[in-house]
């Protein structure tokens, strides 16, 4: 098969499928609508409710850059927490082990 007769079954195909699937059309001025909808949409009431900046902070958290920090930070703090109790708990048996050898008791 040549490109040209490819070319040619790929536009008769790209017209099939526009066809089976008629778009309507928009109403008039539906742009100008739109944004006067969204003009006239009143700004949330964050700052009235006495958790609003937890709401605030908790919007800001929750965009994807933020959160894949957010989530990064978590992991991190985590992992620390994680080895200071792992050392913790390492030293008391390590003090605990000293003190059988030491004094075996009765």
């Known amino acids: 098969m040549n490109e040209e007769h490819l070319n040619a079954e790929d536009a008769r195909l790209r017209t099939l499928l526009q066809r089976s699937r008629p778009a309507p059309p928009l109403p008039p001025r539906f742009r ?17 409710s006495p958790l609003g900046w937890l709401d605030t ?8 850059r933020l959160a894949l ?21 390492a ?10 050898a030491v004094s075996p008791g009765p």
């Open 32 to 48: 100008e609508a739109v944004w006067r909808r969204i003009e006239r949409q009143e700004p949330r009431a964050t700052a009235d």
């Open 57 to 64: 902070l908790a919007e800001w958290l929750l965009r994807p």
């Open 69 to 89: 920090a957010g989530a990064a930070a978590l992991l991190v703090a985590g992992a620390v927490a994680g080895v200071f109790t792992g050392l913790t708990a």
């Open 91 to 100: 030293k008391h048996e390590a003090q605990a082990r000293y003190v059988a």
